[in-house]
Structure formats: C-alpha cells, structure tokens
C-alpha cells in the first residue's frame, strides 16, 4: 500500500503561482511513476503532469506546458507541483496518483495507469 497526502493549495490570483506537494508513504519502492490530476467541476479528471520514480523523465500536457514543473525529491519521498502563470481555467481539485505497474510513457496520462490517489487538494485561480 502507498499513502499519498497532497498540500499546497489554495486561491491565488490570475498570474501567480502556487507550489503543490505529495508526500508519499508505504511502500514506495514499489511506484514507477507519479502523476497529478486535476478535475474540473462538471468536468473529467484529466491529466497534469507525470514524473518517473527516477525523476529522470517527465510529461505534461499541452496546456501546463512551460507554466507546470513537476519534480520528485528522492530523499524525502514526495513530489511536487510548481505552477506559474496560472490562469483561471487551472481552477480545480489537484490529485496526486501513484503507479505501481510500469508503463510507457504514452500510457502515464491515463488515469487507469495508477493504482493509488490522494484525497486532494484545492486550486483556485481568480480572473
């Protein structure tokens, strides 16, 4: 099993900039990959960002593209979401997921690809 408790969230005004973190805990050793979703109310969950447990590889979605990094601190279990630039529509509920299996990093976008989600977090972004 792997627990995963998010933080970082908040209201932040259109331009600025907001730091996400999960801490991972359990059995860690066993993840390959580490993603952020976000949804949307009335919206689907969708894709963030991913990070490898290596932290060698990274994805993002287009629209976070250039504004979102996505990082993992090896020595402290946890990974983190740098969001700059945010815009209104990055307004959402932010989870952190876990993978347990290995995938391709064509299949880290889809939901189904991880095993383990925290509780998370609210993102809100005034105009």
């Known amino acids: 099993q792997v627990q995963l408790i998010e933080s970082g969230g908040g209201l932040v005004q259109a331009g600025g900039s907001l730091r996400l973190s999960c801490a991972a805990s359990g059995r860690t050793f066993g993840s390959y990959a580490m993603g952020w979703f976000r949804q949307a109310p009335g919206k689907d969950r969708e894709f963030v960002a991913a990070v490898r447990w290596s932290g060698r590889y990274t994805y993002y979605t287009d629209s976070v593209k250039g504004r979102f990094t996505i990082s993992r601190d090896g020595a402290s279990n946890t990974v983190s979401l740098q969001m700059n630039s945010l815009k209104p529509e990055d307004t959402a509920v932010y989870y952190c997921?876990?993978?347990?299996?290995?995938?391709?990093?064509?299949?880290?976008?889809?939901?189904?690809?991880?095993?383990?989600w925290g509780q998370g977090t609210q993102v809100t972004v005034s105009s």
């Open positions: 997921a876990a993978a347990s299996t290995y995938y391709d990093g064509i299949y880290l976008p889809l939901d189904a690809s991880y095993d383990y």
